[in-house]
């Protein structure tokens, strides 16, 4: 009796902590396209099939975008920041497989001025659905508001 119960509210307490790891995930899709700012980019890279997220960042001055996009034969990802509506990074990043699912995934951070203070978050993308799911991170703590 003692052993079912003890499994019981191991079970509800397991449930209890994925159910938190995933309350701090917020999700989006990729659309066809780009931001005008990222054409002149695009052109200049030969950057083909793009297509984006904004990505919420709780802050008013501070946008990210993350994007898909196709180079060559070669099929990868990009983010750009904005501050006050001024495109101010553009980089692209690598997704890696996760085991049993189709999800890419991987830490990405953004840079800030060339100085010590970055952007850091953390994005899985389903490349079926085109689902993009992504968390601020806070060093190691997830977060639903851009830290920076």
């Known amino acids: 009796m003692k052993r079912t119960l003890l499994i019981t509210l191991g079970i509800i307490l397991s449930i209890t902590v994925i159910a938190q790891d995933f309350n701090e995930d917020i999700s989006s899709r990729l659309f066809s396209g780009c931001p005008k700012e990222i054409e002149p980019i695009k052109n200049q890279l030969g950057l083909k099939n793009i297509s984006y997220a904004n990505l919420k960042t709780g802050v008013d001055s501070i946008r990210v975008v993350f994007g898909k996009m196709t180079q060559g034969n070669n099929e990868g990802y990009w983010v750009?920041?904005?501050?006050?509506?001024?495109?101010?990074?553009?980089?692209?990043?690598?997704?890696?497989?996760?085991?049993?699912?189709?999800?890419?995934?991987?830490?990405?951070?953004?840079?800030?001025?060339?100085s010590t203070k970055?952007?850091?978050?953390?994005?899985?993308?389903?490349?079926?659905?085109?689902?993009?799911?992504?968390?601020?991170?806070?060093?190691?703590?997830?977060?639903?508001?851009?830290?920076?």
């Not at 980089?91 to 996760?98: A, I, K, R």
């Not at 952007?119 to 991170?137: M, Q």
């Open 118 to 148: 970055k952007i850091l978050f953390h994005v899985r993308h389903n490349s079926l659905t085109n689902d993009v799911i992504y968390h601020w991170l806070d060093g190691n703590e997830k977060s639903k508001k851009l830290i920076i």
């Open 80 to 114: 750009s920041s904005y501050f006050n509506d001024n495109l101010k990074s553009f980089s692209t990043v690598s997704l890696n497989q996760e085991e049993s699912n189709n999800y890419l995934s991987n830490n990405v951070e953004i840079k800030l001025d060339n």
